[in-house]
C-alpha cells in the first residue's frame, strides 16, 4: 500500500464524476458512500458483515471517540483500525458537528471550542489543533478540519462570522497537520450556510490553503433538499476538479442520486443503519416500513434482486415478526439490507458513469422509486 | 432425512452418555446443548451464525409464537424452519412454563389454563391437545407435553397435584400426538419437585406411556444446584436408558458438566445469550464482566485458544468499550462467543466420554474454571 493519498479522475458524465482514491489501507471507489462507525462500530454489524455490503471505507466519530474510548487509549491499542478490526480506510470527522448537537454549555472561542462530555459532564477543550492530533491519534487515512457548523436557517452575518471562523481554523488544521502527516489526507470543509456569495468565498480560501480533498458543510442540517441541492450544484464547480469532494452527513438515496448527479464524490449518513433499525428498508423499490401489518402474511422478500444475501433470503413476514418483537435481529439484518442497497446504488452509479449512461440511470432507478413498493399479495 | 425420529446411545462413560438422535431435519449429537430462539430469534445471531459456534439444534417457544405471530401463520409461511432460516432440527416447549411465568390472571383446570397475554391482555387457552396442535403448526422436529411447572419451595401435597396433573396431561398429549405425529417426536416431562418419590412415580407412569425422549422439568427455578443435581443423579437412572433425556432450562457450564455426568444428554437455556448481552463472557477461563474497568486497556483476546473467530479476533479493551457504550455490536459478539463456549464445551464432553475419559476431561475444565480469569496485565 502507498503510504500517501492520491486521488484519480476516471471520468466524467455531465457534471458527474468516476474516480478512485488511493490510501495506506487501500483503494476506494468514488462515487462512495461511508457508512458510519460513530463508536468504533457500524451499529449492530460486524466488520465483515459491513464489507459483505460492499463499503470500501467507513466513518468514525471523533466527538465520540475522545470522549469514550480515548484517543490516547486507542493509539496505545494499535490505532482505531486495529481496534475495530477494520482493514480498510477510515476517514474521521473533526467532532464539530457532534459538540455543537450534542454537548452542553458550549463555549465556543477564536481558540476553539469547550463543552461539557454527554457522558460524564467533563468539561472538555476541542481546538483545530487538538482535533488533527486526536484523528492521528486514531490513524485516520482522511481527516478533516475542526469547522463550526451551523443549524440552517441563520441570520447572514452569523454564517458569514462561521464561515470565517471556519476558516481560521482550516488554516491552524494544516499547520498542525503538516506535523503529523505520514501518509495521511486532510480535508478542507466549506462553509457559507445557504449563501452562495459566501460558499464561493470559502472555496476559494480554502483552496488557496490546499487540501486533499474539499467537504461540503453545514448542509442537511434543517434546509428544504432543493436548498441543499441548489448550494451543491454551485459549491462543486467552485471546488479543485482534481481533488474529491464530500457532501457530509448525507443522506436520503434521492439525495446521494441528486448529488452525484451535481459532481460530488464521497458521502456518509446515518440513515441506512439508524432507520434500519426503527423497521425501515431503503430498496429498489423505495422505503418500506416493515412495521406495517401489510406484510404480516407476506413469504416474499424484501427484494429478490438484491446481490446481498440479506434482501432475498428473509421473508417480509420473518422481518414484520422481527421489527414487532424489537428483536436485535431485526435491526441487523435491516441495517445490513439498508447498507448493502446504498452500496448497490453506489456500484450503479459508478458503473453508469462509466458507460456514459448516468443520466438513463438515474430516470430509471428514480422511475423504480415512484413506482414504489411490491403490490399486496 | 429419515421421517421418524431415533435416538442411538454410542458410548457410556460413568453415567455420562454419547449418543445421536436423528429427526426429519438432521441428526444431533449428544449431550448437546440447544441455543434459544424464543421469538424464532437466537437473539441477535443470524441463523448462519448460530450455526458456526456448532449448534445442531435450537429450541422455539411456543408461548411467544402462538402469542405473536401466531401458529397457524407461521404454518400458512412454511412453517418455523422456513420463517427463521433455520434448516437443522428444532424443539419447541409447550409453552407451559411461560403461561407460569410471563401471563397474568392465569386460570389453571383440569382442562388446560387460560391465561392474558402478556402483549395485548387477550384471552388465551392452552390445552395438552392445543399445544401438540400449535407445535405440529410449527413443525418441531421434537415437541414436549404440556405440563404445570412450580416453583421451588412448593408444599409437598402442592408439588404432587401438579405432577399428577402433568400425568393427565402426558397422557392425553400423547393422543393428540397420535393424531399429527408426522416424522416428529413426543417427549414427556418428568415433574414432582425436590421430592425423589414423587420424582420415581412420575418417571414410573411416563414410561408406561411412552415417549420419544424424556425430560426433567421444573429444575432451575430457585432451588440451590446441589438439590438440583441431587434430583437429576436420582432420576436419571429412572428413566428409559435407549431414549434421551433432555433437562430443561439449565443452565450454567458448571451446571452442564456436573448433570452430563448425571446422564442427561440435552440442555437448552437462554443464559449465553441474556447474559452475553449484559456484558458477561463464559470461556475456558470461567465466567468474564467486560464492562469491568480492568479490560479498558487490554489488547488481549478474550479467549486466544476458541475455535471460534469471535472469541480469538476482538480484544478485551474493544469488548469493554462495546459493553459500556450499549453498542449492539457487543450485544451480538459476547453472545456469538458464549453460544460458541457452550458448544465447545459440549464437543469436549462428548468425545471425552468416547475416549472413556470423561472424568478427566470435567476435572480439567473444572480446574481452569477455578483458576480463573488470566491474570491482569
Given at each position: 500500500?502507498?503510504?500517501?493519498?492520491?486521488?484519480?479522475?476516471?471520468?466524467?458524465?455531465?457534471?458527474?464524476?468516476?474516480?478512485?482514491?488511493?490510501?495506506?489501507?487501500?483503494?476506494?471507489?468514488?462515487?462512495?458512500?461511508?457508512?458510519?462507525?460513530?463508536?468504533?462500530?457500524?451499529?449492530?454489524?460486524?466488520?465483515?458483515?459491513?464489507?459483505?455490503?460492499?463499503?470500501?471505507?467507513?466513518?468514525?466519530?471523533?466527538?465520540?471517540?475522545?470522549?469514550?474510548?480515548?484517543?490516547?487509549?486507542?493509539?496505545?491499542?494499535?490505532?482505531?483500525?486495529?481496534?475495530?478490526?477494520?482493514?480498510?480506510?477510515?476517514?474521521?470527522?473533526?467532532?464539530?458537528?457532534?459538540?455543537?448537537?450534542?454537548?452542553?454549555?458550549?463555549?465556543?472561542?477564536?481558540?476553539?471550542?469547550?463543552?461539557?462530555?454527554?457522558?460524564?459532564?467533563a468539561l472538555v477543550e476541542l481546538t483545530p489543533e487538538r482535533a488533527i492530533e486526536?484523528?492521528?491519534?486514531?490513524?485516520?487515512?482522511?481527516?478533516?478540519?475542526?469547522?463550526?457548523?451551523?443549524?440552517?436557517?441563520?441570520?447572514?452575518?452569523?454564517?458569514?462570522?462561521?464561515?470565517?471562523?471556519?476558516?481560521?481554523?482550516?488554516?491552524?488544521?494544516?499547520?498542525?497537520?503538516?506535523?503529523?502527516?505520514?501518509?495521511?489526507?486532510?480535508?478542507?470543509?466549506?462553509?457559507?450556510?445557504?449563501?452562495?456569495?459566501?460558499?464561493?468565498?470559502?472555496?476559494?480560501?480554502?483552496?488557496?490553503?490546499?487540501?486533499?480533498?474539499?467537504?461540503?458543510?453545514?448542509?442537511?442540517?434543517?434546509?428544504?433538499?432543493?436548498?441543499?441541492?441548489?448550494?451543491?450544484?454551485?459549491?462543486?464547480?467552485?471546488?479543485?476538479?482534481?481533488?474529491?469532494?464530500?457532501?457530509?452527513?448525507?443522506?436520503?438515496?434521492?439525495?446521494?442520486?441528486?448529488?452525484?448527479?451535481?459532481?460530488?464524490?464521497?458521502?456518509?449518513?446515518?440513515?441506512?443503519?439508524?432507520?434500519?433499525?426503527?423497521?425501515?428498508?431503503?430498496?429498489?423499490?423505495?422505503?418500506?416500513?416493515?412495521?406495517?401489518?401489510?406484510?404480516?402474511?407476506?413469504?416474499?422478500?424484501?427484494?429478490?434482486?438484491?446481490?446481498?444475501?440479506?434482501?432475498?433470503?428473509?421473508?417480509?413476514?420473518?422481518?414484520?415478526?422481527?421489527?414487532?418483537?424489537?428483536?436485535?435481529?431485526?435491526?441487523?439484518?435491516?441495517?445490513?439490507?439498508?447498507?448493502?442497497?446504498?452500496?448497490?446504488?453506489?456500484?450503479?452509479?459508478?458503473?453508469?458513469?462509466?458507460?456514459?449512461?448516468?443520466?438513463?440511470?438515474?430516470?430509471?432507478?428514480?422511475?423504480?422509486?415512484?413506482?414504489?413498493?411490491?403490490?399486496?399479495?
Amino acid at each position: 500500500m502507498p503510504d500517501s493519498f492520491s486521488f484519480t479522475l476516471l471520468k466524467t458524465d455531465g457534471a458527474a464524476r468516476r474516480g478512485q482514491f488511493v490510501t495506506p489501507h487501500g483503494a476506494v471507489q468514488t462515487p462512495a458512500f461511508m457508512p458510519v462507525g460513530t463508536q468504533a462500530t457500524v451499529k449492530g454489524l460486524t466488520p465483515e458483515d459491513v464489507r459483505l455490503t460492499g463499503a470500501e471505507i467507513v466513518l468514525g466519530n471523533t466527538y465520540h471517540l475522545m470522549l469514550r474510548p480515548g484517543a490516547e487509549r486507542i493509539a496505545a491499542l494499535g490505532g482505531l483500525h486495529k481496534f475495530m478490526n477494520w482493514p480498510l480506510p477510515i476517514l474521521t470527522d473533526s467532532g464539530g458537528f457532534q459538540v455543537m448537537s450534542l454537548s452542553t454549555l458550549r463555549k465556543l472561542s477564536e481558540q476553539g471550542v469547550t463543552f461539557r462530555s454527554h457522558l460524564d459532564g467533563a468539561l472538555v477543550e476541542l481546538t483545530p489543533e487538538r482535533a488533527i492530533e486526536i484523528q492521528a491519534l486514531l490513524g485516520a487515512d482522511i481527516s478533516m478540519q475542526l469547522d463550526e457548523c451551523l443549524k440552517l436557517p441563520a441570520p447572514r452575518d452569523e454564517i458569514a462570522r462561521a464561515m470565517q471562523l471556519s476558516l481560521r481554523w482550516a488554516e491552524r488544521s494544516k499547520r498542525a497537520f503538516e506535523k503529523v502527516r505520514g501518509g495521511r489526507a486532510l480535508f478542507g470543509i466549506v462553509q457559507g450556510g445557504d449563501d452562495l456569495a459566501l460558499r464561493g468565498e470559502s472555496a476559494k480560501s480554502l483552496t488557496a490553503i490546499g487540501f486533499e480533498g474539499y467537504a461540503i458543510g453545514g448542509l442537511a442540517v434543517g434546509e428544504p433538499q432543493e436548498v441543499m441541492l441548489k448550494i451543491v450544484e454551485e459549491t462543486a464547480p467552485m471546488l479543485p476538479g482534481e481533488r474529491p469532494r464530500y457532501l457530509m452527513g448525507v443522506g436520503t438515496p434521492h439525495d446521494l442520486l441528486e448529488a452525484v448527479a451535481r459532481g460530488v464524490d464521497m458521502f456518509d449518513c446515518v440513515l441506512p443503519t439508524r432507520n434500519g433499525r426503527h423497521g425501515m428498508a431503503f430498496t429498489r423499490y423505495g422505503a418500506i416500513n416493515l412495521s406495517n401489518a401489510r406484510h404480516a402474511d407476506d413469504a416474499r422478500p424484501l427484494d429478490a434482486q438484491s446481490a446481498h444475501p440479506a434482501a432475498p433470503t428473509y421473508s417480509r413476514a420473518y422481518l414484520h415478526h422481527l421489527t414487532k418483537a424489537n428483536e436485535i435481529l431485526g435491526q441487523v439484518l435491516l441495517s445490513t439490507v439498508n447498507l448493502a442497497y446504498y452500496q448497490e446504488l453506489m456500484a450503479g452509479m459508478r458503473a453508469a458513469i462509466a458507460g456514459g449512461r448516468f443520466g438513463d440511470f438515474r430516470a430509471a432507478t428514480m422511475a423504480l422509486w415512484q413506482q414504489g413498493d411490491l403490490p399486496p399479495l
